[in-house]
């Protein structure tokens, strides 16, 4: 069960950090789910105690999960450059989560120095696991034009990615390039259907 922390606002804002813990499919099953397990009852010390080795040992999710817990000071004091390190572990293990918890610390500036060019790469790595909120997060670059040339077919290209699975800031934001004739020839119809579904989707 994943969950997805953060406040959806109106485009073209952001989508924050994905700041939830996600349970293990892999084998090291007992002592992750022991980890979890706590984490769910509110022990975050035995939590981020069971998470430790299994993260020294070079499991990808509780790498993130540890990122997560130092974001939060679950545990642990709260510790943005510890946070990005862990993350940045399991970011390079390919672990879609990291990736894009990893450039919104770069898109912010939150544990390393602001970078939008490594906010669109990590966004962009993560995308293309079809995360939805990357998608989102790099349609909002291409808008922006951060650490990208502006760029309104890119944009258009992977919000709809995004909106295609549902994520309703993203459909606000492509009902938004209907109704303004960005990216997409101008289409009121268009527009209105997608903020539709976006309301429907929970916006």
Request: no cysteine; aromatic share 14%; proline share 3%.
């Amino acid at each position: 069960m994943k969950h997805r922390y953060g406040v959806i606002t109106r485009a073209p804002q952001i989508v924050a950090f994905i700041l939830s813990l996600s349970i293990s499919l892999a084998a090291s099953a007992d002592a992750f789910d022991d980890a979890f397990d706590y984490y769910q009852a509110g022990n975050y010390q035995a939590a981020f105690a069971g998470f430790k080795p299994l993260a020294d040992q070079g499991d990808a999710e509780a790498q993130y999960n540890l990122g997560v817990m130092y974001v939060k000071g679950q545990g642990v004091p709260q510790d943005y450059k510890q946070a990005e390190a862990w993350t940045r572990k399991a970011a390079d293990q390919g672990y879609a989560q990291a990736q894009y918890n990893l450039a919104v610390k770069y898109r912010d500036g939150q544990g390393v120095p602001q970078d939008y060019k490594q906010a669109v790469a990590w966004f962009r790595k993560a995308a293309d696991q079809s995360s939805a909120e990357a998608q989102y997060n790099l349609g909002v670059m291409y808008i922006k034009g951060q650490g990208v040339p502006q760029d309104y077919k890119q944009a258009e290209a992977w919000t709809r990615k995004a909106a295609d699975q549902s994520l309703p800031n993203a459909q606000y934001n492509l009902g938004v390039m209907y109704r303004d004739g960005k990216g997409v020839p101008q289409d009121y119809v268009q527009a209105h259907m997608w903020w539709n579904l976006a309301a429907v989707s929970g916006m």
